[in-house]
């Protein structure tokens, strides 16, 4: 079975730094990519980046910009997304999904992984932030 855990949640203060983790298994991590993504309560899910796997390219969705990076172990399968400059609007459960990264180096341009079907997903991890 294909499995991706996230970890690295919890309270932060505003101003502060999460490192998330998202461990998948059941997959050959190298020919997929993965994303992130977050929802927050009341809200429509926001895309934040995407890594493809074999060919290292990301893309950056709206609430990454500038603050958040994506970054991946591929020896242990994990992909990472480090929350720098936390912010009271970042509180939300955050999310990792991975499809095959062929198909996201094809259609994910001009910000088209984010209306992907992504075929792999996470339970999530809570974030919040704390003014």
């Known amino acids: 079975d294909v499995r991706l855990v996230e970890s690295g949640g919890g309270l932060a203060q505003a101003g502060g730094s999460l490192t998330l983790s998202c461990v998948v298994s059941g997959i050959t991590f190298y020919d997929y990519a993965v994303a992130w993504f977050r929802q927050a309560p009341g809200k429509e899910r926001e895309e934040g980046s995407c890594?493809?796997?074999?060919?290292?390219?990301?893309y950056y969705g709206d609430f990454v910009k500038g603050r958040f990076t994506i970054s991946t172990n591929n020896a242990e399968s994990t992909a990472y997304l480090h929350l720098n400059t936390l912010k009271p609007a970042d509180t939300a459960v955050y999310y990792c999904?991975?499809?095959?990264?062929?198909?996201?180096?094809?259609?994910?341009?001009?910000?088209?992984?984010?209306?992907?079907?992504?075929?792999?997903w996470g339970q999530g991890t809570q974030v919040a932030v704390a003014s």
């Open positions: 999904a991975s499809s095959w990264g062929r198909t996201v180096a094809e259609k994910g341009g001009d910000g088209g992984w984010s209306s992907l079907y992504w075929d792999y």
């Open positions: 890594i493809v796997n074999e060919d290292g390219t990301i």
